[in-house]
């Protein structure tokens, strides 16, 4: 049972696993903030700190190495960052041999990397996000306690894409697979092309080649990771679409979601490729940002509220049972009440499932950064308020459309609050509970088709048939 708990991941019934004494390893805990990209890039980490004799525990306190992978995209993310971090003081006061290491998107800055080590000198290492290669070094060098404070090394970002790491996944059924890393676009207000650096892709063949892997080991849920997935293979004769007719062929039946889409890059022959395909997700994350076109434009966004309605519209009219989700951003430098009403009618029109809104915040070295910003913090938390009753109430009816439709399921087990039901996710990535009478424990893993009698704001209810 502590095996188990201890790796998650160890539970294919179809394979045999090596156990190690526990007193054989060292224990590590990686604290992962913002982005999926970033549980993908811990995913890595803490397979090559297997690699080296880690096993991943569960609390700060049970560990010897404690790494945290950061996030910078708004100002919350780094604000919590830094209250966890001072909370370690103690537990490094009372174990001193204990190593601590910071990485990812916030200490890629250089202006925060510093920050980190003149605030925290119990700190033993802080490196930005291209850390795969020279991990094991700085622990080695870490863990050695030689040096005071704080070591800083920050390689230039981006480059890498880590072929030889075996990540070691947290889902039983699922599985993030990046395909990309870095971003090209420069919208005017994120940081991420600055810390993630220019973009690259995997070659496919890499990609359909894990994805096979994945899919024999039972896992069906694939999530494809890049910033702009849509610009995959920019420069090669392969592009996203050819990507996924490729998975698409894949024997077996599972789900190939993908994210994030980008308005600009994503093309009609895509929707269309979708609609015919069998094992593509019906779940299209598709943000938009903001309704106005001048605001689009200040963001550099490089597309038109109408361009934007034309293809959700698009997407709708090709496949009715699609699931549209959305980015919104409030308070853009120079966004005025009547830009955010072209926010409000934009998603009333396209009415979204869901959307996730944010307060901008401003990113040291973007173009944004230096605009003019007029509304004040007041006006911009009220529009967010209002932003979220618009949405709220879309969001509570929008699955109503399902009621009476048999979706496809994939089956993960119990239900989370009725244990007389399952649950499952279905190929537009909404959670479904349903009853499934006598030998529903053999369902898990395995898809199933529910006729949907109940939609719920955030999940629906159903029935096997
Ligand atoms: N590559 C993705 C998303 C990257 S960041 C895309 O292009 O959509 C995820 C979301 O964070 C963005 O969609 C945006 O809505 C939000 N975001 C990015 N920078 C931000 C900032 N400076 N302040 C607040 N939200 C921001
Ligand atoms: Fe940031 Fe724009 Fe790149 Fe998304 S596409 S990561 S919002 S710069």
Redesign the pocket.
């Known amino acids: 049972m502590p095996l188990l708990f201890l790796f998650p991941h160890l539970t294919n019934p179809q394979k045999t696993y090596t156990i190690y004494s526990m007193e054989n390893f060292r224990k590590a805990y990686v604290r992962t903030y913002g982005?999926k990209q970033n549980f993908a890039d811990s995913e890595k980490i803490t397979g090559l700190l297997l690699t080296l004799g880690y096993i991943a525990v569960k609390t700060p306190e049970a560990a010897d190495l404690i790494i945290f992978n950061t996030c910078a995209?708004?100002e919350n993310a780094e604000q919590r960052v830094f209250g966890n971090v001072g909370a370690l003081k103690k537990l490094k006061e009372d174990k001193p041999e204990l190593t601590i290491i910071l990485c990812g998107c916030m200490t890629q800055q250089e202006h925060a990397a510093e920050l980190f080590k003149a605030k925290f000198p119990f700190l033993d290492a802080i490196l930005g996000t291209n850390i795969i290669a020279s991990l094991p070094e700085i622990i080695k060098s870490a863990e050695s306690k030689t040096q005071k404070g704080a070591k800083v090394h920050i390689a230039e970002a981006g480059g890498s894409l880590d072929e030889d790491v075996k990540p070691l996944r947290e889902g039983e059924f699922s599985a993030n697979v990046p395909i990309m890393n870095g971003?090209d676009?420069f919208?005017t207000?994120?940081?991420?092309p600055l810390v993630r650096g220019r973009e690259v892709s995997r070659t496919a063949e890499n990609i359909v080649a894990e994805v096979k892997s994945l899919i024999a080991e039972n896992r069906k849920d694939i999530l494809l990771l890049g910033?702009?997935v849509n610009s995959y293979g920019k420069g090669t004769a392969s592009g996203f679409t050819e990507l996924l007719r490729e998975l698409d062929n894949i024997d077996g039946e599972f789900i190939i979601n993908y994210m994030?889409s980008?308005p600009k890059d994503c093309k009609k022959e895509l929707i269309d490729f979708i609609a015919e395909s069998r094992n593509i997700s019906r779940h299209l994350h598709l943000?938009v940002?903001s309704g106005s076109n001048r605001i689009l434009k200040l963001m550099n966004r490089g597309y038109t509220r109408e361009q934007y309605i034309e293809l959700a519209e698009y997407a709708k009219r090709k496949i009715p049972e699609i699931s549209l989700t959305t980015?919104?951003?409030v308070g853009f430098p120079g966004e005025t009440y009547e830009d955010f009403k072209d926010t409000l009618d934009l998603i009333r029109e396209v009415s979204f499932d869901s959307a996730?809104t944010?307060?901008?915040?401003?990113?040291e070295g973007?173009a944004?950064a230096d605009f003019d910003a007029p509304a004040s913090a007041e006006e911009k938390s009220a529009w967010f308020q209002e932003l979220l009753d618009v949405q709220g109430k879309i969001s509570e009816r929008s699955y109503e459309r399902y009621t009476g439709k048999t979706l496809r399921v994939l089956c993960l087990g119990e239900g989370r609050s009725d244990p007389k039901l399952l649950t499952g996710k279905s190929k537009q990535g909404i959670i479904v509970d349903f009853s499934a009478g006598a030998g529903s424990a053999e369902l898990r893993g395995k898809f199933v088709d529910i006729k949907v009698n109940k939609a719920l704001p955030w999940a629906l209810k159903g029935e096997i048939i």
């Open positions: 982005c995209v708004r971003c676009n919208c207000y994120c940081v991420v910033q702009n994030t980008h943000p940002q980015d919104i951003l996730y944010f307060i901008y915040s401003k990113r973007t944004a």
